[in-house]
């Protein structure tokens, strides 16, 4: 096992910066020899969660890690925004960035996601990072906490490893490191997303005045933030309400059945308390 947490740090750390001078090479050089070591390298880190090779004190540093370095040998790759969605999430941060205002009145689902009108702006300004690279740099470093929180959520329904391996696996999907990185709206509204799961199963950890107050700002967060998530959202909401009232109907129906089968006499005792006493 490995017991030194300066190796174990490093050696996470090692795999974002070989992400990062990665896409560097193929930038300036048309080089993707990195990336490519890069790849099996993290292939390997499930391996050795699994034979316990991982202290389990470093699962958390080890998801964010993995997630953060797939997500930058994309879109750290070419000194512009690549995507279909991100270029027209681009202009209309930047209408609101070189306005200095947002005009609510363009009617464009794009630019009614705060997500994009409003927090990309304020951070491009804030930071005095350029517009471009908050979206190639700073919205994947905030989508690289989903998986995080994805963990998080797994370990309170099951045990260490196997939410390391389910975060792992959402981190591994094609989806999340490639198509994610030009749909920034929705990197943020999914941050929101895996939240408000980590507040369902957290329900013993926080009192109820704190656990309304979050729920209200995440879905606020959440709505604001992409729309389509929204949606599937309130489904899931919606079925799993229903699915838990059959389950608890059914399952009341079966406690109901079996005290009333078990007070119930038997056919046999019928039988027998029918029977004349003998003289």
């Given amino acids: 096992m490995i017991k030194s947490a300066s190796i174990v740090n490093l050696f996470l750390l090692f795999l974002v910066l070989l992400s990062i001078i990665g896409t560097q090479f193929v930038n300036f050089y048309e080089n993707n020899f990195l990336l490519l070591l890069l790849i099996p390298i993290l292939s390997f880190i499930p391996i050795l969660v699994a034979f316990d090779k991982i202290p389990e004190r470093y699962y958390s540093i080890a998801v964010i890690a993995t997630a953060l370095a797939l997500l930058f040998h994309t879109s750290l790759i070419s000194m512009y925004i690549w995507g279909a969605d991100i270029n027209k999430e681009y202009y209309y941060a930047s209408l609101t960035k070189s306005n200095y205002f947002w005009n609510s009145d363009i009617s464009h689902p794009y630019n009614s996601m705060l997500s994009i009108s409003i927090l990309a702006p304020i951070c491009s300004m804030v930071s005095g990072i350029d517009l471009t690279w908050i979206f190639k740099l700073i919205f994947p470093l905030l989508f690289s906490f989903v998986p995080l929180i994805l963990y998080q959520t797994f370990k309170r329904q099951t045990d260490s490893k196997t939410a390391f391996l389910s975060s792992f696996f959402f981190s591994s999907l094609f989806t999340f490191y490639t198509e994610m990185n030009s749909i920034a709206r929705q990197q943020i509204a999914e941050v929101f997303f895996a939240l408000l799961m980590l507040l369902i199963v957290s329900k013993n950890n926080l009192n109820p005045q704190k656990r309304l107050l979050l729920f209200?700002?995440?879905?606020?967060?959440?709505?604001?933030?992409?729309?389509?998530?929204?949606?599937?959202?309130?489904?899931?909401?919606?079925?799993?309400?229903?699915?838990t009232l059959?389950?608890?109907?059914?399952?009341?129906?079966?406690?109901?059945?079996?005290?009333?089968?078990?007070?119930?006499?038997?056919?046999?005792?019928?039988?027998?308390?029918?029977?004349?006493?003998s003289a």
């Avoid at 729309?227 to 909401?237: E, H, N, Q, R």
């Avoid at 406690?255 to 007070?263: D, E, F, R, S, V």
């Fill in 246 to 277: 059959c389950l608890k109907h059914t399952v009341g129906n079966n406690l109901i059945n079996a005290c009333l089968l078990y007070t119930s006499p038997s056919p046999r005792d019928l039988s027998t308390s029918r029977m004349p006493s």
């Fill in 216 to 243: 209200i700002i995440f879905c606020f967060s959440l709505v604001t933030a992409h729309y389509a998530l929204t949606i599937i959202f309130v489904l899931v909401l919606l079925f799993s309400t229903l699915f």
